[in-house]
């Protein structure tokens, strides 16, 4: 799996003796430094070999194919040689297995496959939806450079959205042939005060390069209103952290961290239970961003308007198509999973707005593996962005993109 452990990332290679460097320039995260330009390759003195190196281990990351990084780094072709490759090449050289080489010379997957995009149930027309993401924050594999301002500009949907306060969800259909109903729709966004006073423990920091793998003392709880006193905040509220479908979808969100990085947005992931072995390996390998303990599963209440969203595993997951269908998309991007903890209650996603503005989105998981549409996401934190964050060059950009 493609781990954001940055030590992970680089391997045994080349890469490896430019950490320090890399460390006081600031690449110091697997998303930031897969975002590194040409240009910025030349200011701290990459030689070709790890120009190529960090080629390769980028695109084998984004398909969860890092198992093969060292050897593909070792043989000294470049990304553009090795996918000249043929299948039987790539098998007999390499050890391939078949579906690898499929998304290995797969060049237009940058992510899993995304589902249809939500429904807004509280906005003036419900069928408009989204746009779905278009490109990828870093470099395409054709080797152009791709700018934080561009992927933003991809995200761009129709005008006439009213942005705060909004709530959305996948649909949802009755369960074993119409014997078990479908979970209730959540019409009505959270108010500020079912949020503002929830008391969360940070489990694990933002990874950076050489951080401890764990907070060694433990933290004292603090109030959530603080934490996006300063800045807005997304909070992906995990059902469980071992679920590979939850993994999915944390991996996917934190990829764009540079995105959300230029937008001024801090990440948390939010966890209602706290099981140690669980937490060593969700963190950083499926998400390196900070990681929260909610005991009193106060954002998970207010997801469901005061009360958890809850669902038989039978019911909700085994005689439930759409489920599956989550649960397959998951399992094609070659995740690992366990069956540790509680899993029938729902999560989702809140999009908080900085001081006390309030919560401008609010995703829920009706369905087991619903995850919240990157476009959505984005635009909102784009919409409620703080504009001092951001480069006035970068501003005059994305305003420059919003008029074409």
């Known amino acids: 799996m493609a781990s954001f452990s940055i030590e992970d990332f680089v391997g045994n290679g080349c ?28 200011d701290i003195g990459m030689t070709r070999p790890q120009k190529d190196a960090l080629e390769i281990r980028s695109y084998l990351h984004d398909r969860a194919l890092m198992q093969y990084s060292d050897q593909f780094e070792a043989s000294g072709k470049s990304l553009a040689e090795l996918l000249s490759l043929s299948n039987t090449d790539l098998s007999s050289l390499y050890a391939m ?8 010379t797969d060049r237009k997957q940058n992510n899993p496959p995304l589902r249809n995009n939500s429904i807004y149930t509280k906005s003036d027309n419900n069928s408009r939806k989204l746009e779905n993401m278009k490109r990828n924050s870093r470099r395409s594999s054709s080797g152009s450079d791709i700018t934080i301002e561009q992927s933003l500009a991809s995200f761009k949907i129709e005008d006439g959205h009213v942005f705060k306060g909004i709530v959305a969800s996948m649909p949802a259909e009755s369960r074993a042939c119409g014997c078990v109903q479908p979970p209730p729709e959540v019409e009505d966004v959270a108010p500020y005060s079912a949020i503002e006073n929830i008391s969360v423990q940070k489990l694990a920091p933002e990874y950076k390069i050489g951080i401890e793998r764990l907070v060694k003392d433990k933290a004292p709880p603090v109030k959530a209103s603080e934490l996006w006193r300063e800045k807005p905040a997304v909070f992906v509220c995990i059902r469980r952290p071992g679920c590979i479908m939850c993994r999915a979808e944390s991996h996917q969100l934190y990829s764009k961290k540079p995105i959300f990085d230029a937008l001024g947005v801090q990440l948390f992931a939010v966890l209602h239970e706290h099981i140690e072995s669980e937490v060593n390996d969700f963190w950083p390998r499926y998400w390196g961003g900070a990681l929260l303990y909610d005991k009193g599963q106060g954002f998970f209440k207010a997801l469901g308007g005061g009360k958890l969203l ?21 399992k094609a991007v070659g995740l690992e999973m366990n069956f540790k903890g509680e899993g029938e209650i729902k999560g989702g996603l809140f999009v908080v707005g900085r001081g006390k503005s309030g919560i401008a989105y609010q995703f829920v998981e009706r369905n087991f593996g619903d995850w919240a549409p990157l476009g959505e996401v984005i635009e909102i934190c784009t ?22």
């Open 15 to 42: 890469l490896k003796e430019l950490l320090p460097k890399l460390l006081d320039r600031g690449w110091d995260d697997v998303p930031t430094l897969k975002a590194m330009k040409s240009d910025d390759m030349d």
């Open 97 to 104: 297995k078949r579906g690898h080489i499929a998304r290995f």
């Open 310 to 330: 809850k669902e038989k595993f039978i019911s909700g997951f085994l005689f439930y198509p759409r489920a599956i269908a989550n649960f397959k998309r998951a």
């Open 383 to 404: 919409r409620i962005q703080n504009l001092q964050h951001i480069p006035s060059e970068s501003i005059k950009s994305l305003k420059e993109d919003e008029e074409e």
